[in-house]
């Protein structure tokens, strides 16, 4: 996956609250396996109308977000069922990063497995942050991962907690199974040992 380490980018501001996996990628898209092409689809049911025209009035439809790269998002992001394309979409229109102050487990599990940072910040951090959202394409965020940094377009800065481990996977770009492809030559010579000691297996 794709290393994250600072990104500085428009934000959009999402303000609702439990914005669940159908609602970011609904049910009828779920037939592919493939991780791309998923983009156009994102929010979907809320993004346009039944006859496939855009709907104005949603934020991601309006030209300051149009190539956002981060969302500030209400309470329990992610909720409902576990499927993955839901970070697959978000990946795929250009969603690095998300924030909120509560994540569902799987699809906070699920981002860092495809390279999408969630952030977690107090309410009143979030307020902020929603605040600056709201001022469009003139007011980017940056978001620095080794020092654990939001900084706001006027300056401020928002320190955030992340598991060391998710931190490390993010900064390398190495998902499970790349840190074990790492060891591939241990798991090789171990597999060899084995042979010898226990040839009947």
């Known amino acids: 996956m794709e290393k994250f380490n600072k990104l500085t980018a428009v934000a959009a501001p999402m303000p609702l609250v439990n914005i669940d996996t159908d ?10 396996i493939q991780r791309k092409g998923l983009g156009k689809n994102l929010f979907a049911e809320m993004r346009y109308n039944d006859d496939g025209t855009e709907r104005e009035e949603f934020v991601l439809n309006q030209p300051a977000y149009r190539n ?7 309470d329990n992001f992610g909720c409902g069922s576990s499927r993955e394309h839901a970070p697959w979409a978000l990946l795929d229109f250009g969603v690095r990063c998300v924030i909120s102050t509560s ?3 799987i699809f906070h599990n699920n981002c860092f497995r ?4 969630p952030i977690e910040v107090s309410p009143e951090d979030l307020s902020k942050l929603m605040e600056d959202a709201e001022r469009g394409a003139n007011a ?3 978001i ?3 020092a654990q940094e939001i900084r706001g377009p006027d300056g401020g800065v928002i320190h955030f ?3 060391h481990f998710n931190k490390h996977c993010l900064l390398t770009g190495l ?11 241990k798991v090789a010579e171990y597999e060899e040992t084995r042979k010898m000691q226990q040839p009947w297996l």
């Open 103 to 105: 994540f569902a487990d």
């Open 144 to 146: 620095d991962l080794e």
């Open 68 to 74: 956002a790269e981060i969302l500030v998002a209400g």
């Open 140 to 142: 980017t965020i940056s």
């Open 175 to 185: 998902d499970e199974i790349g840190l074990t492809m790492k060891k591939e030559d």
């Open 114 to 117: 495809n390279g999408i940072l």
């Open 23 to 32: 609602m970011i990628i609904p049910k009828q898209y779920l037939k592919t």
């Open 161 to 163: 907690e992340i598991d």
